[in-house]
């Protein structure tokens, strides 16, 4: 599983991928917890 989240301020990007991590906890396939890669990216804010 792939949690993917974008923002454009380093603040809130910490609080996304705690939200990504949350989010991939309560995947389940057939009762099981496949594995899970949560990937973020902050975007210059110019």
């Given at each position: 599983?792939v949690?993917c989240?974008?923002?454009?301020?380093?603040?809130?990007?910490?609080?996304?991928?705690?939200?990504a991590?949350?989010?991939?906890?309560?995947?389940?396939?057939?009762?099981?917890?496949p594995?899970?890669?949560?990937v973020?990216?902050?975007?210059?804010?110019?």
């Amino acid at each position: 599983m792939v949690e993917c989240k974008g923002t454009k301020g380093w603040s809130y990007g910490l609080d996304q991928m705690a939200s990504a991590c949350v989010q991939l906890r309560g995947m389940a396939v057939e009762g099981r917890q496949p594995p899970g890669l949560a990937v973020g990216t902050v975007l210059a804010d110019d």
